[in-house]
Nanobody
Framework: VQLQASGGGLVQAGGSLRLSCAASGRTFSSYGMGWFRQAPGKEREFVAAIIWSGSSTRYADSVKGRFTISRDNAKKTVYLQMNSLKPDDTAVYYC?????????????????WGQGTQVTVSS
């Protein structure tokens, strides 16, 4: 599975962005998908995950109620809708894929990583 994230950019606090991650490969619909982020000088952090069917999701406490993860298996794409953005959300966001669709929060549980897209939230 190859992953290509897009949709990052510069936004003011309180604004919204939608990230997209396009996947290649025939088995996309059976993979769990997710998003991690990494701010300068900080460790990589779990953001959200969704199982293969889209029927179950998991979020970090820091984004719960503001971010929504979704997927379209026909388009082989996963999305991260980010609302009410804060300066603390500034980071490089990575799209990830998990062969076993476990909603894991540890980076080591994910088999495939995209190249990352920068999100910058100004105050």
């Amino acid at each position: 599975v190859q992953l290509q994230a897009s949709g990052g950019g510069l936004v003011q606090a309180g604004g919204s962005l939608r990230l997209s991650c396009a996947a290649s490969g025939r088995t996309f619909s059976s993979y769990g998908m997710g998003w991690f982020r990494q701010a300068p000088g900080k460790e990589r952090e779990f953001v959200a995950a969704i199982i293969w069917s889209g029927s179950s999701t998991r979020y970090a406490d820091s984004v719960k109620g503001r971010f929504t993860i979704s997927r379209d298996n026909a388009k082989k794409t996963v999305y991260l809708q980010m609302n009410s953005l804060k300066p603390d959300d500034t980071a490089v966001y990575y799209c990830v894929a998990d062969e076993f669709s476990t909603l894991a929060t540890s980076p080591s549980r994910y088999d495939y990583w995209g190249q990352g897209t920068q999100v910058t939230v100004s105050s």
